[in-house]
């Protein structure tokens, strides 16, 4: 993969970190019969962005301004891009050692790509594609038969019907019989029970249509901003308006737009995202899943394993244990 983005040396240490690899199964069993929606649960925005590849195309649904200004300088656009594309710095499997268990996909076709390789996308494409990288999820759900996974796919960029057809059949063939079927929102016991260790969302209403296997999309809360205090703000009024139903996403990411991109030409995701991870994780911890309206569920952030954040949002499902 000599055409993958390489990350900070920062993060060099964190793959040792795999305290909470079988965090699900280690839950106090009062926890077993609690429905995944009132659990709190950590994810990973923008899973593959580690492997975003140096020498691809910029993505075709950017922006025409991007795609002017990589056509005439790329040696100089190229670079910013990745440098604002790159939101995690560990892979699949050292994402789930480290205790998440909601995996953000964003896929597509490239239209200069073969004609069934699907890669993952955020601004450009990885080097990843995705059948591999499903087959490397289910090859650690095998060696942890107790853990379980929402696969939120979503984008689909230049995706066909028939390439959605083809992905679908790639989901059934490689989870199998751990594909959890669209239903009320299960709980741990009742998932062990059956064997069934995968829930895959999946944003495309003709597919879910047709496919059981496949649940709807799971409601993102993105506070589009740069700051975290008006993320914060964000969140905390979408808690006021009372939580969805079913499973859902608070995203504790930040996200930059091209004036600050370019009013920070040496900056990057990853030093404007560091700096604020101490506040966002206090704000994390105050948080409680559950049933009530202001509860959270999924709570999803940007570089897994730079600070305390899985654990956080793993040890709010003792919260739970004090009512």
Known sequence: MGGQVSTSSSFSNLRCRNA???????LCPQLWDVPLHHLSIPGSHDTMTYCLNKKSPISHEESRLLQVLNKAFPCITRPVVLKWSVTQALDVTEQLDAGVRYLDLRIAHMLEGSEKNLHFVHMVYTTALVEDTLTEISEWLERHPREVVILACRNFEGLSEDLHEYLVACIKNIFGDMLCPRGEP???RQLWSRGQQVIVSYEDESSLGRHCELWPGIPYWWGNTVKTEALIRYLETMKSCGRPGGLFVAGTNLTENLQYVLAHPSESLEKMTLPNLPRLSAWVREQRPGPGSRCT???A?????????????IALNQKLLWC
């Open 20 to 26: 909470n690899e079988d965090w699900m199964s280690a």
């Open 186 to 188: 299960p709980t741990l």
């Open 297 to 299: 569920n999924v709570i």
């Open 301 to 313: 952030g940007d570089f897994i394993g730079a600070d305390s954040f899985v654990g956080d949002v």
